[in-house]
């Protein structure tokens, strides 16, 4: 079965703890991105790789960290200096560089303690 | 503002059509999607649209382009319960970064 798995699916976090989501995929895809959702708000870019060993930031990767050394893995840290990590976040893929048609994992809801 | 908006809700009853409709501002977008989530699950591809096209059916779903308004929608034909999610719209911008925005989705509520 290929696909896109996330794990958690639901993470707690303590105060000034770091927390890391994983994302692994065996669709063979050369992009991977992670997103993060709030209640009643469309999704928002944190990171990006295109490609193996690089990476991007989006549009709020402040307080978030990522690494690429595997094509099929993409995890991704939640560190102290995000002040409001109470979040869904979804990873996906797509096929290449090019962004289009990207599918999505069932998600990790992270809550702070 | 925002470059892709939608309405928040829409309520439709069972055997029903719906129509989810989205707008954006970049014209140089390639491609556009509709996307689903249920509650508590990741987002669901439903369909997309090359941006040189101005309709796309498939199945139950029809998807209108009109680029020179920049307004996209959705049209589900006789509409389930299970219909009942959340819907994206998302647009895939020709920049170098190659990720979608996306609007704040519809929530569909069929009515039995």
């Known amino acids: 079965d290929g696909g896109i798995t996330q794990s958690p699916k639901y993470l707690f976090r303590k105060e000034g703890q770091n927390v890391t989501l994983s994302c692994e995929q065996n669709?063979?895809?050369?992009?991977m991105y992670w997103y993060r959702q709030d209640p009643g708000q469309g999704l928002r870019l944190i990171y990006y790789s295109q490609i193996v060993n690089d990476f991007q930031k989006g549009d709020i990767a402040e307080g978030y960290s990522v690494s690429r050394e595997k094509k099929e893995s993409f995890p991704l840290t939640v560190t102290s200096a995000q002040k409001n990590p109470t979040a869904f976040y979804l990873c996906a893929s797509s096929i290449d560089r090019g962004g289009e048609t990207q599918y999505f994992g069932p998600g990790t809801r992270l809550l702070v303690l | 503002g925002e470059d892709v908006e939608q309405s928040l809700f829409l309520s439709v009853r069972e055997g029903d059509s719906s129509v989810i409709n989205c707008t954006y501002t970049d014209s140089s977008s390639t491609y556009l999607y509709w996307y689903k989530q249920e509650p508590g699950a990741g987002l669901q591809l439903l369909t997309y649209i090359f941006s040189n096209m101005d309709m796309k059916q498939d199945q139950r779903l029809t998807v209108l382009l009109n680029k020179k308004d920049k307004h996209l929608s959705l049209r589900i034909a006789d509409t389930q319960t299970g219909d009942s999610a959340i819907y994206f719209c998302a647009e895939s911008k020709n920049t170098g970064r190659r990720a979608l925005t996306f609007g704040s989705g519809t929530r569909l509520q069929v009515q039995p």
């Open positions: 669709l063979n895809h050369d992009a």
